[in-house]
């Protein structure tokens, strides 16, 4: 259960809160309501109170025992009996439902309205009998009295059904081209239809005849509303025997005492969004008017507001139970939302601990929130320099961090990084200005941004798996060669634990890399040029330059020891040209075709004549043989004239006897 105060009126979603899934077993989810907090929590006012899909009508029986809902998908009504507060039956159709009616005191009776142009009579048993209407109809009332069901949609006329004869009467012809809504008095028994055209007419059902027509576009124009478009009557709703409340598709709320041709009142919703539905609430003398967005509650004389619902997905009817504070609202999402307002009414007698509950909430004392704090945590303390504040009434510990006062923390973090506007407005202005040479002629130079990582991925051969030429074009990775938010930072110590061994290309790609790119200084990074003049040096000032020399190592070693990790910056020599394949390293020569192999081949030896493109070769055949037995007469050559004779030894052969 989820609790929420607008206008300072307290507001209880029972539907909040997370739901089982339908294909648990029973014990999976009694393990699971024993595990979770969260499920042993929630309040399951209804059992699978909830579509498959999303819901789009709800009512609750005259006899205050069953409410009946609609929804997709399939097209379906479920019946829940609130005694037992659990679903009681589950019906199918062949379409979805538009509207539909109890035409009893309990579920025996119901008429389905089909968007097929079928209506359907269901009894306690299922499906009594099926029927189809001329046009598509759009809202059905019955008539007590003279037992005649009354549907209209997109024509211009009000078809009759007389229930007890079983068969249609005479349609009533209107003035409107559609109607959109009717609605009977409970008390005399006057016939509204709401039409497209912003009116609304009587009829008297006795006679089938017109006895008036409110003008309720023109009503709905005043200074506090903002009318857009034609008005035309979306909801309709008696209140009692003279008060009517009539909704328009533009968002207004009209009150009328049906005596009177101009509105008691008129409530504007300001959202431009047609009213749904209706209803009053009596003892509280109050009006609860709905559109897609927000169901608002106001007071039905002042039309001052009391309070309002919202939720996330789009409401798509409203259900209130007569004489209390709870209501059901048909969305657009699988659960049917509850809402329990103890301020405009008790709990149904089949929740009647819901009072006890929500008593016991409001006694406990709940922290509040506001905007104008700031949780920020002990790093974030450090970074602003406000740690020495920790333990202070500057700060109150909550969770993992501290709650900080808006303004001071404003302060405090301009302080620490004046400059960060700054640099954010600097690296804003970089962006447009690279935005706009985008139509310029574009050179080969690799990107600002993780200049290794680009080299890498440009180095990868044509054929591999591993496409890096496609992710440097992609523009759903530009950000990551171009925000320097994304630039990878070697020095953190997650880093090296991902990557305990950090790959580095190969001595034959640097070298040829550098071949092809010529190092860039920092000063002409900057935008400095540098100076082509080389200083002359004499030898009288040997020694000086070479202390000057080791002065200059010793700095850089301290700069470096000091200073980040910085790319090395290449630029193409003048006269070279680069390719993708300089960096691929060699591929097998069986692997590639006769062409590209000629092509690495010398030739030299190839001479072209005529126009026809004749091809003259001139080579010179050796022996494998003949060049291994040359070698191996060198050797021996070489190996004699270092060679030391032992013919001295023989002599000497027995001297040691002596």
Same mark, same amino acid.
């Not at 008017?289 to 409203?318: C, H, R």
């Not at 699988?334 to 929740?351: D, E, F, N, Q, V």
């Given at each position: 259960?989820?609790?929420?105060?607008?206008?300072?009126?307290?507001?209880?979603?029972?539907?909040?809160?997370?739901?089982?899934?339908?294909?648990?077993?029973?014990?999976?989810?009694?393990?699971?309501?024993?595990?979770?907090?969260?499920?042993?929590?929630?309040?399951?006012?209804?059992?699978?109170?909830?579509?498959?899909?999303?819901?789009?009508?709800?009512?609750?029986?005259?006899?205050?025992?069953?409410?009946?809902?609609?929804?997709?998908?399939?097209?379906?009504?479920?019946?829940?009996?609130?005694?037992?507060?659990?679903?009681?039956?589950?019906?199918?159709?062949?379409?979805?439902?538009?509207?539909?009616?109890?035409?009893?005191?309990?579920?025996?009776?119901?008429?389905?309205?089909?968007?097929?142009?079928?209506?359907?009579?269901?009894?306690?048993?299922?499906?009594?009998?099926?029927?189809?209407?001329?046009?598509?109809?759009?809202?059905?009332?019955?008539?007590?009295?003279?037992?005649?069901?009354?549907?209209?949609?997109?024509?211009?006329?009000?078809?009759?059904?007389?229930?007890?004869?079983?068969?249609?009467?005479?349609?009533?012809?209107?003035?409107?081209?559609?109607?959109?809504?009717?609605?009977?008095?409970?008390?005399?028994?006057?016939?509204?239809?709401?039409?497209?055209?912003?009116?609304?007419?009587?009829?008297?059902?006795?006679?089938?005849?017109?006895?008036?027509?409110?003008?309720?576009?023109?009503?709905?124009?005043?200074?506090?509303?903002?009318?857009?478009?034609?008005?035309?009557?979306?909801?309709?709703?008696?209140?009692?025997?003279?008060?009517?409340?009539?909704?328009?598709?533009?968002?207004?709320?009209?009150?009328?005492?049906?005596?009177?041709?101009?509105?008691?009142?008129?409530?504007?919703?300001?959202?431009?969004?047609?009213?749904?539905?209706?209803?009053?609430?009596?003892?509280?003398?109050?009006?609860?008017?709905?559109?897609?967005?927000?169901?608002?509650?106001?007071?039905?004389?002042?039309?001052?507001?009391?309070?309002?619902?919202?939720?996330?997905?789009?409401?798509?009817?409203?259900?209130?139970?007569?004489?209390?504070?709870?209501?059901?609202?048909?969305?657009?999402?699988?659960?049917?939302?509850?809402?329990?307002?103890?301020?405009?009414?008790?709990?149904?007698?089949?929740?009647?601990?819901?009072?006890?509950?929500?008593?016991?909430?409001?006694?406990?004392?709940?922290?509040?929130?506001?905007?104008?704090?700031?949780?920020?945590?002990?790093?974030?303390?450090?970074?602003?320099?406000?740690?020495?504040?920790?333990?202070?009434?500057?700060?109150?510990?909550?969770?993992?961090?501290?709650?900080?006062?808006?303004?001071?923390?404003?302060?405090?973090?301009?302080?620490?990084?004046?400059?960060?506007?700054?640099?954010?407005?600097?690296?804003?202005?970089?962006?447009?200005?690279?935005?706009?040479?985008?139509?310029?002629?574009? +050179?080969? &130079?690799?990107? !600002?941004?993780?200049?290794? *990582?680009?080299? /890498?991925?440009?180095?990868?051969? =044509?054929?591999? @798996?591993?496409?890096?030429?496609?992710?440097?074009?992609?523009?759903?990775?530009?950000?990551?060669?171009?925000?320097?938010?994304?630039?990878?930072?070697?020095?953190?110590?997650?880093?090296?634990?991902?990557?305990?061994?950090?790959?580095?290309?190969?001595?034959?790609?640097?070298?040829?890399?550098?071949?092809?790119?010529?190092?860039?200084?920092?000063?002409?990074?900057?935008?400095?040029?540098?100076?082509?003049?080389?200083?002359?040096?004499?030898?009288?000032?040997?020694? +000086?330059? &070479?202390?000057? !020399?080791?002065?200059?190592? *010793?700095?850089? /070693?301290?700069?470096?020891?000091? =200073?980040?990790? @910085?790319?090395?910056?290449?630029?193409?020599?003048?006269?070279?040209?680069?390719?993708?394949?300089?960096?691929?390293?060699?591929?097998?020569?069986?692997?590639?075709?006769?062409?590209?192999?000629?092509?690495?081949?010398?030739?030299?030896?190839?001479?072209?004549?005529?126009?026809?493109?004749?091809?003259?070769?001139?080579?010179?055949?050796?022996?494998?043989?003949?060049?291994?037995?040359?070698?191996?007469?060198?050797?021996?050559?070489?190996?004699?004239?270092?060679?030391?004779?032992?013919?001295?030894? !023989?002599?000497?052969?027995?001297?040691?006897? /002596?």
């Amino acid at each position: 259960m989820k609790s929420c105060s607008s206008n300072d009126v307290k507001i209880y979603n029972l539907s909040a809160g997370k739901s089982l899934p339908e294909w648990l077993s029973s014990e999976k989810k009694k393990k699971l309501q024993n595990k979770s907090i969260d499920f042993r929590r929630r309040i399951e006012l209804i059992q699978d109170f909830d579509m498959p899909g999303l819901s789009s009508n709800v009512q609750i029986s005259p006899d205050g025992n069953f409410v009946l809902a609609t929804g997709v998908y399939k097209p379906r009504i479920r019946c829940y009996d609130l005694k037992n507060l659990s679903m009681k039956f589950e019906r199918c159709f062949d379409s979805e439902v538009v509207r539909f009616l109890l035409l009893s005191e309990d579920y025996s009776k119901v008429v389905f309205l089909q968007c097929d142009r079928y209506i359907e009579f269901h009894a306690q048993y299922g499906r009594y009998f099926r029927l189809r209407i001329p046009k598509f109809g759009r809202d059905l009332a019955y008539h007590t009295p003279s037992c005649d069901l009354y549907v209209v949609g997109a024509t211009h006329q009000v078809f009759r059904l007389n229930l007890e004869l079983g068969r249609f009467m005479t349609p009533i012809e209107t003035n409107a081209s559609t109607i959109n809504r009717v609605a009977i008095n409970p008390v005399h028994h006057l016939l509204l239809f709401g039409t497209q055209e912003g009116c609304v007419e009587a009829w008297d059902p006795r006679s089938c005849r017109r006895v008036g027509v409110l003008d309720a576009a023109l009503g709905s124009i005043t200074e506090d509303t903002n009318v857009s478009g034609i008005p035309s009557i979306t909801a309709l709703k008696f209140r009692d025997a003279m008060t009517l409340g009539v909704g328009t598709a533009t968002g207004q709320v009209l009150l009328y005492d049906i005596r009177s041709s101009k509105p008691l009142f008129v409530k504007d919703h300001y959202y431009s969004l047609p009213i749904k539905n209706i209803e009053f609430h009596t003892p509280e003398n109050l009006v609860l008017s709905m559109d897609s967005k927000v169901v608002k509650i106001w007071n039905q004389d002042t039309g001052a507001p009391y309070t309002a619902v919202e939720a996330e997905p789009d409401f798509n009817d409203l259900c209130l139970i007569p004489n209390t504070g709870m209501l059901f609202i048909a969305n657009e999402d699988k659960k049917i939302l509850t809402y329990y307002i103890p301020s405009i009414g008790p709990a149904p007698r089949w929740c009647s601990f819901l009072d006890n509950l929500t008593e016991e909430l409001e006694e406990t004392n709940v922290e509040t929130l506001y905007d104008d704090y700031k949780f920020v945590t002990e790093s974030e303390l450090n970074e602003i320099g406000l740690e020495h504040l920790i333990g202070t009434t500057l700060l109150r510990g909550y969770m993992h961090g501290y709650f900080v006062d808006m303004r001071l923390y404003r302060k405090a973090k301009s302080t620490a990084q004046p400059f960060q506007f700054s640099d954010f407005k600097k690296r804003k202005i970089r962006e447009k200005l690279d935005e706009e040479r985008v139509n310029r002629v574009k +050179l080969n &130079k690799l990107p !600002k941004v993780n200049r290794e *990582l680009a080299m /890498k991925l440009i180095s990868l051969p =044509a054929n591999s @798996k591993k496409k890096g030429g496609n992710l440097l074009e992609d523009d759903r990775f530009k950000d990551m060669f171009s925000n320097p938010d994304f630039e990878v930072d070697k020095t953190v110590e997650d880093y090296r634990l991902i990557n305990p061994v950090v790959s580095k290309m190969d001595k034959k790609k640097a070298n040829k890399l550098e071949s092809l790119f010529a190092p860039v200084k920092d000063d002409e990074v900057e935008g400095v040029a540098s100076s082509d003049e080389d200083e002359s040096s004499s030898d009288d000032d040997y020694q +000086l330059r &070479k202390e000057e !020399k080791k002065q200059a190592r *010793l700095k850089i /070693k301290e700069r470096d020891s000091k =200073a980040e990790i @910085k790319p090395k910056f290449y630029e193409i020599r003048p006269g070279e040209e680069f390719k993708h394949s300089d960096l691929s390293g060699q591929t097998k020569l069986s692997k590639i075709s006769l062409g590209e192999r000629v092509q690495k081949e010398d030739s030299s030896g190839i001479k072209s004549r005529g126009p026809l493109g004749s091809r003259e070769m001139t080579f010179k055949l050796t022996s494998k043989k003949k060049d291994d037995r040359q070698s191996a007469i060198r050797h021996h050559e070489e190996r004699r004239k270092v060679r030391r004779s032992a013919g001295e030894l !023989k002599n000497k052969k027995n001297s040691w006897k /002596k």
